[in-house]
């Protein structure tokens, strides 16, 4: 991976689903960074304090406020933008909320994706689709291994199951209409569990510990012994845009599911992940809380990558002591004054200087 990718966008007019969200928000502003037109398609920002608000993103690129449910309104800002490029993050995107709220959670993530690859279908501009399920889109079972792109899709909670359905839906639009459209490609992509700063989402646990440390009060662990793939907010996001651009290039060669996810090395549980973030922010404890009450959630999950390792020469950059400075030192800085702005750009900065190594 190299230069390539980062001069690729340039002037490219890029559609994001889910710009005001978490990672959303990020790859807006790596892509401006990159020198890109952007569009964005999502509900508001919920949090005053969220990371579109902090970076005034809105001011750096098309934001429409729509709701992806509403396919008159998807196809109506497709239609105006006319996107080259579409990565398609927009999700009810937290398994604890699917449980509270599994129709709402299918209605988004299968009836809304549905919308997309219908406005995908009417948009004629488009060469290049990235679409965003999830590493819990594989029927888990508990294995020690990496689930491969072609293992059995499932999902117990509604989360992972719209997920899953997301992934089906992506591979009938993809055999019936995409792949028959000359010069368009699509990939769906499953990444891990993404921390960074500016996520201030409720039941994820960098979150929960920050909102803990920066009050003083001890940090409440449930299931201290569930292991994921953590992986920096910038891994994925550079997976995404360099598939982006070999879809582009390749439409045929790089169609398809792809993996991204991290090394082994950051396959570690939520208690050890809860540890580090104490250990870096300098202060702060931890009490373990189960409740015999709480929902069922996998135990252990991690990604096989060889596919985007041998194929895209993708590979993580940041191992998982990096990922976990990056992400606390973000909060400690913007607490102590410093801009979000600033304090992702120079993430982005950072990274892209490892992308060359
Ligand atoms: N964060 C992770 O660890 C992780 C891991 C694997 C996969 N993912 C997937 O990556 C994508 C982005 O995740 P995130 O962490 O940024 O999530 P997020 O919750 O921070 O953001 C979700 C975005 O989707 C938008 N959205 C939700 N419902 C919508 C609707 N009905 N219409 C229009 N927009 C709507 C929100 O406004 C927001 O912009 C999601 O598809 C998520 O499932 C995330």
């Avoid at 689709?129 to 819990?136: A, F, L």
């Avoid at 001890?218 to 201290?224: A, C, K, Q, S, Y």
Wanted: hydrophobic residues 40%.
């Amino acid at each position: 991976m190299g230069v390539s990718f980062l001069d690729f966008y340039k002037g490219k007019r890029v559609l994001v689903t889910g710009d005001t969200g978490f990672k959303g928000s990020w790859l807006c502003l790596w892509l401006r960074e990159l020198g890109a037109e952007v569009a964005g398609f999502a509900l508001p920002p919920g949090r005053e304090d969220d990371h579109y608000n902090l970076l005034k993103l809105g001011d750096m690129i098309r934001h429409v406020s729509g709701d992806i449910r509403d396919l008159d309104s998807l196809e109506a800002a497709f239609g105006d933008f006319k996107p080259e490029i579409l990565f398609h993050l927009a999700a009810q995107s937290i398994v604890r909320v699917s449980y509270d709220s599994p129709k709402e959670t299918f209605d988004t993530n299968v009836g809304g994706s549905v919308n997309v690859l219908e406005a995908v279908r009417v948009t004629p501009s488009l060469r290049s689709v990235v679409y965003v399920t999830s590493d819990k889109c594989y029927r888990n079972n508990e294995w020690l291994w990496g689930y491969r792109e072609n293992d059995v899709l499932g999902g117990h909670d509604p989360y992972s199951a719209s997920k899953a359905a997301a992934e089906l839906i992506f591979s009938s639009y993809m055999d019936s209409f995409i792949s028959r459209r000359d010069g368009l490609g699509a990939a769906s992509v499953r990444a891990g569990n993404v921390i960074g700063g500016g996520d201030w989402s409720p039941a994820r646990i960098v979150p929960d510990c920050i909102r803990a440390l920066r009050e003083g009060r001890p940090i409440e662990i449930r299931n201290p012994h569930s292991t994921r793939p953590w992986q920096h907010v910038l891994e994925p996001l550079a997976g995404y845009l360099l598939l982006g651009a070999r879809l582009y290039e390749d439409p045929k060669a790089f169609s398809g599911a792809w993996n991204f996810g991290p090394d082994d090395d950051a396959v570690r549980t939520v208690g050890e992940l809860a540890e580090k973030i104490v250990g870096r922010w300098g202060a702060g404890s931890l009490r373990i809380s189960p409740s015999a009450h709480a929902p069922h959630e996998a135990r252990l999950l991690r990604l096989n990558c060889d596919k985007a390792r041998s194929l895209l020469k993708w590979r993580p950059r940041w191992d998982f002591t990096t990922a976990v400075n990056e992400t606390v030192d973000w909060y400690k800085e913007v607490s102590s004054g410093v801009t979000a702005l600033a304090a992702s750009r120079a993430r982005i900065k950072d990274y892209t200087e490892v992308l060359n190594d």
